[in-house]
Antibody
Framework: EVQLVESGGGLVKPGGSLRLSCAAS????????MNWVRQAPGKGLEWVSS????????YYADSVKGRFTISRDNAKNSLYLQMNSLRAEDTALYYC????????????????WGQGTMVTVSS | DIQMTQSPSTLSASVGDRVTITCRAS??????LAWYQQKPGKAPILLIF???SLESGVPSRFSGSGSGAEFTLTISSLQPDDFATYYC?????????FGQGTKVEIK
């Protein structure tokens, strides 16, 4: 079964740090670009960051640039998000999501999502 | 950044109704648009990619159309399982951006 499982969320004070992990299984992780998408309580979806299969290309939303770092370990089938200088507005459910690829092409849509890990930034 | 605007924000409909949700981009995104369904407490599910291509396993009552800057998601005959929030997302450029969502409620 194709699966993504996030972990590492929790309660952290403003200015603190957290490292999220996403464990992938059921597919060849090393061939897929991966993403983080977040959703604040009661709000819509917000793309956070993307990383290509070999980590050659990395992108961030302006709201997290300079504070968050995306990375991956293809040997461990894992995706990470290091979050520093956390703010109250970073409070959200963080999803990892796989870039959709068919047998012939890849698209910018996200076809597999984890269940998310909750990050709460509060004093 | 490309802004995505969905309308309406909330839609009340009955089982069997034909439902249409609109998504407008602040500039042309060709057909690089996806639609997702999200139910409370659950992760989003990909319904449509490339504006009109149905993801495998998605019921055929869902369809997408449009190109350039205006797109629609249509549910031909609303089923009880379809009451949810729907999001569009552009992937023409970074940052990837989502619409604010359209909640489909029971009338």
């Amino acid at each position: 079964e194709v699966q993504l499982v996030e972990s590492g969320g929790g309660l952290v004070k403003p200015g603190g740090s957290l490292r999220l992990s996403c464990a992938a299984s059921g597919f060849t992780f090393s061939t897929y670009s991966m993403n983080w998408v977040r959703q604040a309580p009661g709000k819509g979806l917000e793309w956070v960051s993307s990383i290509s299969s070999s980590s050659s290309y990395i992108y961030y939303a302006d709201s997290v640039k300079g504070r968050f770092t995306i990375s991956r370990d293809n040997a461990k089938n894992s995706l990470y998000l290091q979050m520093n200088s956390l703010r109250a507005e970073d409070t959200a459910l963080y999803y990892c999501a796989r870039r959709y690829c068919s047998s012939t092409s890849c698209y910018g849509a996200f076809d597999i999502w984890g269940q998310g890990t909750m990050v709460t930034v509060s004093s | 950044d490309i802004q995505m605007t969905q309308s309406p924000s909330t839609l009340s409909a009955s089982v069997g109704d034909r439902v249409t949700i609109t998504c407008r981009a602040s500039q042309s995104i060709n057909n690089w648009l996806a639609w997702y369904q999200q139910k409370p407490g659950k992760a989003p599910i990909l319904l449509i990619f490339d504006a009109s291509s149905l993801e495998s396993g998605v019921p055929s009552r869902f369809s997408g159309s449009g190109s350039g800057a205006e797109f629609t998601l249509t549910i031909s005959s609303l089923q009880p399982d379809d009451f949810a929030t729907y999001y569009c997302q552009q992937y023409k450029s970074y940052p990837r951006t989502f619409g604010q969502g359209t909640k489909v409620e029971i009338k």
